[in-house]
Protein backbone atom coordinates (compact mmCIF):
# COMPACT_ATOMS: atom_id res chain seq x y z
CA UNK A 1 0.00 0.00 0.00
CA UNK A 2 1.30 3.36 -0.90
CA UNK A 3 0.46 6.97 0.39
CA UNK A 4 -1.93 8.38 -2.72
CA UNK A 5 -2.67 12.33 -2.97
CA UNK A 6 -6.28 12.94 -3.94
CA UNK A 7 -6.64 15.78 -6.83
CA UNK A 8 -9.09 18.26 -7.32
CA UNK A 9 -12.93 16.94 -6.88
CA UNK A 10 -15.06 15.77 -9.32
CA UNK A 11 -17.48 18.59 -10.57
CA UNK A 12 -20.31 15.61 -10.16
CA UNK A 13 -19.51 15.21 -6.39
CA UNK A 14 -19.27 19.02 -6.09
CA UNK A 15 -22.83 19.64 -7.27
CA UNK A 16 -25.01 16.36 -7.34
CA UNK A 17 -22.83 14.59 -4.60
CA UNK A 18 -23.40 17.96 -2.36
CA UNK A 19 -26.66 18.02 -3.04
CA UNK A 20 -27.44 14.64 -1.96
CA UNK A 21 -25.46 14.49 0.67
CA UNK A 22 -27.50 17.29 2.72
CA UNK A 23 -30.77 15.82 0.82
CA UNK A 24 -29.70 12.74 3.31
CA UNK A 25 -29.38 15.11 5.89
CA UNK A 26 -32.64 16.45 5.72
CA UNK A 27 -34.31 12.78 5.20
CA UNK A 28 -32.20 12.00 8.75
CA UNK A 29 -33.48 14.61 10.33
CA UNK A 30 -37.22 14.05 9.94
CA UNK A 31 -37.50 10.33 10.91
CA UNK A 32 -33.87 9.70 12.54
CA UNK A 33 -36.04 6.47 14.40
CA UNK A 34 -36.81 5.06 11.39
CA UNK A 35 -33.50 5.09 9.69
CA UNK A 36 -31.85 3.95 13.17
CA UNK A 37 -34.12 0.79 12.95
CA UNK A 38 -33.96 0.28 9.19
CA UNK A 39 -37.46 0.67 8.76
CA UNK A 40 -36.07 3.16 6.24
CA UNK A 41 -33.13 3.07 4.18
CA UNK A 42 -31.51 5.77 1.77
CA UNK A 43 -31.25 5.21 -1.50
CA UNK A 44 -27.24 5.94 -3.09
CA UNK A 45 -27.02 7.45 -6.42
CA UNK A 46 -24.38 4.76 -8.10
CA UNK A 47 -24.43 7.42 -10.83
CA UNK A 48 -22.91 9.77 -8.99
CA UNK A 49 -20.54 8.60 -6.30
CA UNK A 50 -19.19 5.41 -8.78
CA UNK A 51 -19.58 7.97 -12.20
CA UNK A 52 -16.95 7.42 -14.77
CA UNK A 53 -15.19 10.86 -13.91
CA UNK A 54 -14.89 9.81 -10.05
CA UNK A 55 -13.73 6.73 -11.13
CA UNK A 56 -11.12 8.05 -13.13
CA UNK A 57 -9.45 10.57 -11.50
CA UNK A 58 -9.23 8.06 -8.55
CA UNK A 59 -8.00 5.83 -10.95
CA UNK A 60 -5.38 8.59 -11.84
CA UNK A 61 -4.52 9.29 -8.10
CA UNK A 62 -4.02 5.83 -7.50
CA UNK A 63 -1.53 4.88 -11.00
CA UNK A 64 -4.60 2.49 -11.44
CA UNK A 65 -4.10 0.65 -8.72
CA UNK A 66 -6.16 -0.86 -5.96
CA UNK A 67 -5.88 1.54 -2.88
CA UNK A 68 -5.11 -1.58 -0.38
CA UNK A 69 -3.54 -4.22 -2.55
CA UNK A 70 -1.59 -2.44 -5.18
CA UNK A 71 -2.99 -4.96 -7.56
CA UNK A 72 -3.12 -3.43 -11.45
CA UNK A 73 -5.30 -5.20 -14.34
CA UNK A 74 -5.46 -4.09 -17.91
CA UNK A 75 -9.12 -4.17 -17.79
CA UNK A 76 -10.84 -1.08 -18.20
CA UNK A 77 -14.02 -2.48 -16.48
CA UNK A 78 -11.85 -3.66 -13.35
CA UNK A 79 -12.39 -2.67 -9.76
CA UNK A 80 -14.77 0.24 -8.01
CA UNK A 81 -15.52 2.98 -6.17
CA UNK A 82 -15.07 2.35 -2.42
CA UNK A 83 -16.45 3.99 0.35
CA UNK A 84 -13.73 3.83 3.47
CA UNK A 85 -16.53 4.73 5.75
CA UNK A 86 -19.41 2.39 4.61
CA UNK A 87 -22.40 4.29 3.86
CA UNK A 88 -25.68 2.07 4.24
CA UNK A 89 -24.45 0.36 7.33
CA UNK A 90 -21.80 -0.57 9.55
CA UNK A 91 -20.21 -3.94 11.14
CA UNK A 92 -18.05 -2.78 14.26
CA UNK A 93 -15.78 -5.90 14.16
CA UNK A 94 -15.44 -9.50 13.60
CA UNK A 95 -18.51 -11.76 14.51
CA UNK A 96 -20.48 -7.94 15.18
CA UNK A 97 -23.80 -6.87 14.38
CA UNK A 98 -24.65 -4.70 11.38
CA UNK A 99 -25.62 -0.80 12.76
CA UNK A 100 -27.84 1.47 10.82
CA UNK A 101 -27.51 3.61 9.47
CA UNK A 102 -23.62 4.11 8.19
CA UNK A 103 -22.01 7.19 7.12
CA UNK A 104 -24.84 8.58 4.84
CA UNK A 105 -23.61 11.92 4.90
CA UNK A 106 -20.42 10.68 3.36
CA UNK A 107 -21.95 9.00 0.42
CA UNK A 108 -20.42 11.25 -1.93
CA UNK A 109 -17.33 12.96 0.22
CA UNK A 110 -14.62 13.16 -2.33
CA UNK A 111 -12.05 12.45 0.68
CA UNK A 112 -14.18 9.16 1.87
CA UNK A 113 -13.82 7.81 -2.42
CA UNK A 114 -10.94 5.32 -2.77
CA UNK A 115 -10.17 2.85 -6.01
CA UNK A 116 -10.65 -0.64 -4.97
CA UNK A 117 -10.16 -4.04 -6.34
CA UNK A 118 -13.31 -6.69 -6.02
CA UNK A 119 -11.34 -9.20 -3.90
CA UNK A 120 -10.63 -6.35 -1.46
CA UNK A 121 -13.57 -4.78 -1.52
CA UNK A 122 -15.67 -8.18 -1.02
CA UNK A 123 -13.55 -8.23 1.91
CA UNK A 124 -13.62 -4.38 3.38
CA UNK A 125 -17.68 -5.28 2.82
CA UNK A 126 -19.11 -3.08 5.67
CA UNK A 127 -16.44 -3.22 7.89
CA UNK A 128 -15.61 -0.31 9.87
CA UNK A 129 -13.51 -0.87 13.43
CA UNK A 130 -12.52 1.60 15.10
CA UNK A 131 -10.16 1.75 18.63
CA UNK A 132 -13.24 2.92 20.70
CA UNK A 133 -16.59 2.17 19.70
CA UNK A 134 -18.40 4.66 21.71
CA UNK A 135 -16.76 7.52 19.67
CA UNK A 136 -18.34 6.25 16.72
CA UNK A 137 -20.45 9.33 14.53
CA UNK A 138 -23.75 7.32 13.88
CA UNK A 139 -24.86 11.00 12.29
CA UNK A 140 -24.10 13.80 10.57
CA UNK A 141 -24.84 16.13 14.03
CA UNK A 142 -21.81 14.08 15.47
CA UNK A 143 -17.73 14.42 13.89
CA UNK A 144 -15.37 11.79 12.59
CA UNK A 145 -12.92 13.84 14.38
CA UNK A 146 -13.31 12.25 17.36
CA UNK A 147 -12.76 8.46 15.93
CA UNK A 148 -9.96 6.51 15.59
CA UNK A 149 -10.31 4.02 12.50
CA UNK A 150 -8.52 0.77 12.67
CA UNK A 151 -8.44 0.83 8.62
CA UNK A 152 -5.33 3.01 6.96
CA UNK A 153 -6.82 5.53 4.99
CA UNK A 154 -3.50 6.10 2.35
CA UNK A 155 -4.69 9.31 1.26
CA UNK A 156 -4.44 10.59 4.61
CA UNK A 157 -2.50 8.11 6.83
CA UNK A 158 1.78 7.06 5.67
CA UNK A 159 0.83 3.40 5.42
CA UNK A 160 4.27 2.21 5.41
CA UNK A 161 3.88 3.69 9.34
CA UNK A 162 1.64 1.09 9.81
CA UNK A 163 2.53 -2.32 7.25
CA UNK A 164 6.09 -3.33 6.31
CA UNK A 165 7.32 -5.88 4.20
CA UNK A 166 10.22 -8.89 5.06
CA UNK A 167 11.08 -9.67 1.43
CA UNK A 168 7.95 -10.27 0.08
CA UNK A 169 6.06 -11.03 3.34
CA UNK A 170 3.61 -8.14 4.34
CA UNK A 171 3.62 -7.09 7.72
CA UNK A 172 1.87 -5.05 10.32
CA UNK A 173 3.98 -2.46 12.63
CA UNK A 174 0.93 -0.95 14.03
CA UNK A 175 -2.61 -2.28 14.93
CA UNK A 176 -3.90 0.01 12.53
CA UNK A 177 -1.84 -2.00 10.17
CA UNK A 178 -2.53 -5.46 11.29
CA UNK A 179 -6.38 -4.86 11.43
CA UNK A 180 -6.20 -3.68 7.44
CA UNK A 181 -4.08 -6.82 6.68
CA UNK A 182 -6.32 -8.91 8.59
CA UNK A 183 -9.64 -7.47 7.44
CA UNK A 184 -8.50 -7.02 3.65
CA UNK A 185 -6.81 -10.30 3.68
CA UNK A 186 -3.75 -8.60 1.76
CA UNK A 187 -1.90 -11.56 2.86
CA UNK A 188 -4.01 -13.74 0.60
CA UNK A 189 -2.89 -17.00 -0.76
CA UNK A 190 -3.45 -15.37 -3.96
CA UNK A 191 -2.13 -11.90 -3.59
CA UNK A 192 0.99 -13.38 -1.94
CA UNK A 193 1.76 -15.55 -4.87
CA UNK A 194 1.17 -12.60 -6.93
CA UNK A 195 3.71 -10.04 -5.02
CA UNK A 196 6.34 -13.10 -4.71
CA UNK A 197 6.57 -13.14 -8.72
CA UNK A 198 7.16 -9.52 -9.09
CA UNK A 199 9.71 -9.63 -5.91
CA UNK A 200 11.74 -12.60 -7.41
CA UNK A 201 12.30 -10.55 -10.66
CA UNK A 202 13.11 -7.33 -8.69
CA UNK A 203 15.89 -9.37 -6.73
CA UNK A 204 16.90 -11.71 -9.41
CA UNK A 205 17.34 -7.71 -11.67
CA UNK A 206 18.85 -6.25 -8.11
CA UNK A 207 21.49 -8.84 -7.95
CA UNK A 208 22.51 -9.18 -11.65
CA UNK A 209 23.18 -5.24 -11.33
CA UNK A 210 24.94 -5.70 -8.58
CA UNK A 211 27.37 -8.10 -10.88
CA UNK A 212 27.37 -5.90 -14.02
CA UNK A 213 29.10 -2.99 -11.90
CA UNK A 214 32.45 -2.22 -12.16
CA UNK A 215 32.80 -4.17 -15.25
CA UNK A 216 33.27 -1.79 -18.59
CA UNK A 217 32.40 -4.40 -20.53
CA UNK A 218 29.31 -4.87 -19.38
CA UNK A 219 28.28 -0.93 -18.58
CA UNK A 220 25.32 -1.01 -20.90
CA UNK A 221 24.03 -3.83 -19.83
CA UNK A 222 24.55 -2.45 -15.87
CA UNK A 223 22.74 0.99 -16.84
CA UNK A 224 20.05 -1.09 -18.76
CA UNK A 225 19.67 -2.85 -15.47
CA UNK A 226 19.49 0.26 -13.60
CA UNK A 227 16.88 1.46 -15.65
CA UNK A 228 14.55 -0.99 -14.64
CA UNK A 229 15.20 -1.04 -10.97
CA UNK A 230 13.69 2.47 -11.36
CA UNK A 231 11.05 1.62 -13.13
CA UNK A 232 10.22 -1.07 -10.40
CA UNK A 233 10.67 1.37 -7.47
CA UNK A 234 8.34 4.24 -9.14
CA UNK A 235 5.45 4.53 -7.11
CA UNK A 236 3.13 3.60 -10.35
CA UNK A 237 4.31 0.15 -10.76
CA UNK A 238 2.68 -2.43 -9.19
CA UNK A 239 3.44 -3.71 -5.51
CA UNK A 240 6.18 -0.81 -5.40
CA UNK A 241 5.90 -0.60 -1.89
CA UNK A 242 7.32 -4.34 -0.98
CA UNK A 243 9.68 -3.41 -3.69
CA UNK A 244 11.15 -0.03 -1.96
CA UNK A 245 10.86 -1.85 1.22
CA UNK A 246 13.53 -4.32 -0.20
CA UNK A 247 15.46 -1.95 -1.80
CA UNK A 248 16.44 0.49 1.45
CA UNK A 249 19.13 -2.17 2.18
CA UNK A 250 21.17 -0.90 -0.70
CA UNK A 251 20.39 2.54 -1.24
CA UNK A 252 24.22 3.02 0.52
CA UNK A 253 25.94 0.85 -2.14
CA UNK A 254 28.02 2.71 -4.89
CA UNK A 255 26.28 0.76 -7.55
CA UNK A 256 22.92 1.90 -6.85
CA UNK A 257 24.20 5.80 -5.78
CA UNK A 258 21.54 8.05 -6.20
CA UNK A 259 18.61 6.06 -6.54
CA UNK A 260 16.33 6.89 -3.84
CA UNK A 261 13.27 5.08 -2.44
CA UNK A 262 9.70 6.77 -1.77
Not at 81 to 110: N, S
Not at 180 to 209: G, W
Not at 222 to 230: G, R
Amino acid sequence: MIQIQLLSIPVILQSNGTRENQFNCVLFNKDNASYNTKKKEFKFLREIYGHSDVKNALKTAQYKKCCYCESISENTSYGAVEHYRPKGAVIPGKKQTKIYPGYYWLAYEWKNLLFICQRCNTNKGAYFPLEDDSRRARNHTQSIANESPLFIHPAIDDPSQHIDFHDDAIVSLTLKGKTTIEYLKLDRTDLFESRKKVFVLFKHLVDTARIFYGDITLQNYYNEALAIIKEYLSVSSQYSAMINAYFKQFTNLPEFSGINTI
